[in-house]
C-alpha cells in the first residue's frame, strides 16, 4: 500500500483504485487545486516562444 500526502491540504491517503479523488484526499481538494491553476497561481517554467522560434523548432 502506497501512501501520499494530499497535495492541497497535506493530508495522507492510501494510493489505490478506490480513492477516486487520488493524489487528493476529496473532490473538495482537487477543486481547490484546479482553481489555482485557473487563477495562475501555479505556472510551469518556461517563456513564451518569440517570433520565429516555432521555425528553427520545425527545422530540427
Known amino acids: 500500500m502506497t501512501v501520499v500526502s494530499c497535495p492541497t491540504c497535506g493530508k495522507k491517503v492510501e494510493w489505490t483504485e478506490a480513492n477516486a479523488f487520488r493524489p487528493f484526499c ?3 481538494c482537487k477543486k481547490i487545486d484546479l482553481g489555482a491553476w485557473a ?4 505556472t510551469i517554467p518556461g517563456g513564451t516562444p518569440q517570433d520565429g522560434d516555432d ?5 530540427e
Do not use: A, N, T
Request: glycine share 0%.
Open 26 to 28: 476529496s473532490e473538495r
Open 55 to 59: 521555425d528553427q523548432l520545425s527545422k
Open 39 to 42: 487563477e495562475e497561481k501555479y
